[in-house]
Structures are given as structure tokens and as C-alpha cells.
């Protein structure tokens, strides 16, 4: 079984600290996402990368930045929290192919609050 | 440019009721379109998907048609259970990402 796994279920940060969040996963997938899930307003791509120490720009990168360093791992980082910033932070991965894009593989998930 | 529109939810059925989420997209192109569900406290997980017009997608008593002409994939059971009950999200593929709906709650009660 693909396994996502994310560093914490529930992570509470004061406004103006740096957070990390981190994903990993054991399949071997070339792509690796960061989303932010919010009521009404679905699942939103942050950032995404195709290959380690590659990255891209979602749809809404704004006060985030990722790294990958290892193909395995993909951290999300808030340099400064905002209270705005507090979201359910979903990491997911899938193996690259060309053309249509197949399944995603999900983590279960980061509650993140900003105080 | 290329989105998904679903149902607003909650959906409240009693057990054994039949269901049906609409989900209707835009879209250049042809693209693969998914349900994915997400049980509480979970993340996403695939239900189905179709990857080409006319197509079925199944998965546990669950269905969707990839409806072209009507740029449709509503979701349907005959016979929900409780432990149905979660957030249904449809989604379109855009060359090398998903495109998500709001998602729909679904409820099911005894």
C-alpha cells in the first residue's frame, strides 16, 4: 500500500514564526502537491514538484515556500505564520506520467492554527 | 479556464436511500475527471475516476458516466450506508494536476 505520511495531525503557531511541515512517502513518486483544504472553498494547490530540488508555483504560493531535498520528502514552509494561514494542509503524491495525470495518494492531513 | 462545480452539501439520506452528488465541469480539452472521498479525520482517498467520454467509473456500489455533451460526472449509489458518510470531492485533470470542487458533505443516518 502507498503510504503519505505528514509530520503532525495538529500543529498550533504564534503569529510571525516559521513553520515546517513535512510530508513523506514510500512509493517512489516523481510528484509530490501541497494543498490547503478550507470549508467552501475545496482543495487549493500551494506548490508541487516533479523531481527533487525542483518546484512550482500552485495557485496560490503566496507566504509559502517548499523544499525537496530527497525524493521522499517534501516540506511546506511559512516563513512569517499569519493567522490567515490557518488551514487543514494536505501533502499528496503520485508517480509522473505523460499526458493525463492518475492518481494522487493522500496524507491524512495537518491541522495548522495561528494564533 | 478549467474548473469543477458540485452540489452544495450537507446531503442528508436515511440508510438504504439513493444518491446522487452532481458535478459538472469546464474544461479545454479532454480531461480525466476522479471522485475522491474523505472519511473524518482522513485525507483524500480515489472512489473512481474516467479517463475518456462515455466511460464508467465504479468503486464499492459507486458509479459516475463521463458525460460529455452535458460536461457532467454526477455521482450516484443505489443504497447508502452510514458508513457513506463523509466529504465527496469531483476533480478534472489538468495535464499534471488536479482541479477540485468545494466538495460535498454526505450524511447518512439509521
Known amino acids: 500500500d502507498v503510504k503519505v505520511t505528514q509530520s503532525s495531525r495538529y500543529l498550533v503557531k504564534r503569529t510571525g514564526e516559521k513553520v515546517f511541515l513535512e510530508c513523506v512517502q514510500d512509493m517512489d513518486h516523481e510528484n509530490m502537491f501541497w494543498y490547503r483544504q478550507d470549508p467552501g472553498l475545496g482543495l487549493r494547490l500551494i506548490y508541487f514538484?516533479?523531481?527533487?530540488?525542483?518546484?512550482e508555483k500552485g495557485d496560490i504560493p503566496e507566504g509559502y515556500s517548499v523544499s525537496r531535498e530527497k525524493k521522499e520528502r517534501f516540506s511546506l514552509i511559512l516563513e512569517s505564520a499569519s493567522t490567515n494561514q490557518t488551514s487543514m494542509y494536505l501533502c499528496a503524491s503520485s508517480l509522473l506520467t505523460s499526458g493525463q495525470l492518475y492518481e494522487q495518494y493522500f496524507g491524512p492531513g495537518t491541522r495548522l492554527t495561528v494564533t | 479556464g478549467n474548473s469543477v462545480t458540485q452540489m452544495e452539501g450537507p446531503v442528508t439520506l436515511s440508510e438504504e436511500a439513493f444518491l446522487t452528488i452532481n458535478c459538472t465541469y469546464t474544461a479545454t480539452g479532454y480531461p480525466s475527471l476522479f471522485w475522491y472521498v474523505q472519511y473524518p479525520g482522513e485525507g483524500l482517498q480515489l472512489l473512481l475516476k474516467?479517463?475518456?467520454?462515455?466511460d464508467k467509473g465504479s468503486n464499492k456500489g459507486f458509479e459516475a458516466t463521463y458525460r460529455k455533451e452535458t460536461t457532467s460526472f454526477h455521482l450516484e449509489k443505489g443504497s447508502v450506508q452510514v458508513s457513506d458518510s463523509a466529504v465527496y470531492f469531483c476533480a478534472l485533470s489538468r495535464t499534471d494536476k488536479l482541479i477540485f470542487g468545494t466538495g460535498t458533505r454526505l450524511q447518512v443516518f439509521p
Open positions: 474516467a479517463t475518456k467520454a462515455d
Open positions: 514538484s516533479y523531481d527533487v530540488k525542483m518546484k
